[in-house]
């Protein structure tokens, strides 16, 4: 849990958009794309094809990230190389569907001032609920470079590189754009679940993404002009049933103040002066409970609102963003520390004007994105039901 509060505070401070070129494969016209989400501490990965012959690659689901893009030949393991990884590396050269991208694109990155151009046109499989599989050409990046990259932690890694989200050309989701309506959705499974990570749920695409019938909580999202990601307003925050009447426009998305919902970030991290009001207000609730709040001088960990466990009742935790409430259960409100004997609350304080809302705080919520009306609704569900 501690490797995994660095790679979030990390994340908070760095905000990787680089951009590029989008290629679209004009053959392709089946707009039903669903790909595999497994995890991996505390990360969940899309499992994709690449290539003729075709080779499975593992990848970060980042909405923050502008490339796609997976370890490759020719590369070392080691310092100096790649990170270890479970499946072999991806061979470019082997593919025949591999062409490099032309570096007289006009949104190539060699001409954003990129040292190298490492951007190649690949086949990707996509299936869909009837378990169709269809191919499409993306730009994609082969990186054979990649020192101490966070998501590099599990000494047996699956991970092979990151499926970027993000608004930037070549991310995923722009070169898909048009084909899936704007639209995409993810569901994060319970990272408790003892099974979740030999479990496969799904990245929706498109006319997969799954809508109920009834309204749903839905508010708009805002995209700055020197930004490829969504900031969300959020007008207050409650804990349990008591708002905390922040003070208005202390979140204000037009001016990157807001919320960036992050599920490649394990846990939220909150602007520090947002971050020191939730803790205060959490701090009342466990205080009239009779908690004993744990030290921090005894406290090894990266949380400081910690207590020794004994029976309570955890509250809600309420993001009131403009229009919609986005509730995180009780139980996924704090963390077990074991060794210490505590639980802790589950936020971080972070530097700069935006937050992020981690995965820890999306479990068993499906989460869609819409580009068409710029929009992002939300509304519980058991997300590990959704699989093949």
């Keep these: 849990m501690e490797k995994l509060a660095k790679i979030s505070l990390v994340r908070h401070q760095i905000l990787h958009n680089p951009r590029s070129t989008a290629s679209q494969n004009d053959g392709f016209d089946d707009e039903k794309y669903v790909t595999p989400l497994i995890t991996q501490a505390y990360y969940y990965v899309a499992e994709i094809n690449i290539g003729m012959p075709s080779q499975k690659v593992f990848l970060v689901v980042d909405t923050i990230a502008g490339l796609i893009w997976t370890q490759c030949e020719p590369c070392t393991f080691g310092f ?25 694109d006009r949104l190539c990155p060699i001409n954003k001032g990129n040292m190298d151009n490492k951007f190649f046109k690949y086949s990707f499989t996509f299936t869909n609920d009837t378990k169709d599989t269809v191919d499409l050409g993306l730009v994609f990046g082969c990186s054979t470079y990649t020192h101490n990259l966070p998501i590099f932690i599990n000494k047996y890694n699956k991970i092979t590189g990151i499926l970027g989200l993000n608004f930037s050309p070549l991310s995923l989701y722009k070169q898909l754009f048009y084909k899936i309506g704007g639209k995409f959705s993810y569901c994060i499974a319970s990272l408790e679940d003892p099974l979740g990570a030999f479990q496969t749920h799904n990245l929706r695409f498109g006319d997969q993404v799954k809508i109920p019938s009834k309204p749903i909580p839905t508010t708009q999202y805002i995209v700055l002009a020197d930004s490829d990601v969504c900031f969300l307003d ?97 139980a996924y409100v704090t963390v077990l520390h074991l060794i210490v004997g505590a639980f802790c609350v589950a936020l971080l304080p972070g530097l700069g004007g935006h937050s992020n809302l981690g995965a820890f705080h999306m479990q068993n919520i499906r989460i869609i994105q819409n580009g068409y009306n710029r929009s992002i609704q939300f509304y519980n569900t058991d997300c590990g039901a959704d699989r093949f």
């Design 234 to 330: 959020v007008v207050d925050i409650s804990v349990g049933p008591i708002r905390l009447m922040l003070p208005e426009g202390m979140f204000d998305a037009a001016k990157g103040r807001g919320m960036i919902l992050d599920p490649a970030s394990p846990l939220t991290v909150l602007r520090l002066d947002v971050y020191l009001l939730l803790i205060a207000g959490l701090k009342a609730y466990y205080d009239a409970q009779g908690m004993i709040q744990v030290p921090l001088k005894n406290n090894p960990t990266h949380f400081q609102l910690c207590y020794f466990i004994r029976p309570t009742i955890h509250p809600t935790l309420t993001f009131h963003f403009r229009g919609a409430d986005f509730v995180v259960r009780s």
């Design 80 to 104: 100096w190389g790649c990170h270890p990884q479970e499946a072999p590396l991806f061979d470019p050269k082997k593919s025949a569907s591999y062409a490099r991208l032309s570096c007289t």
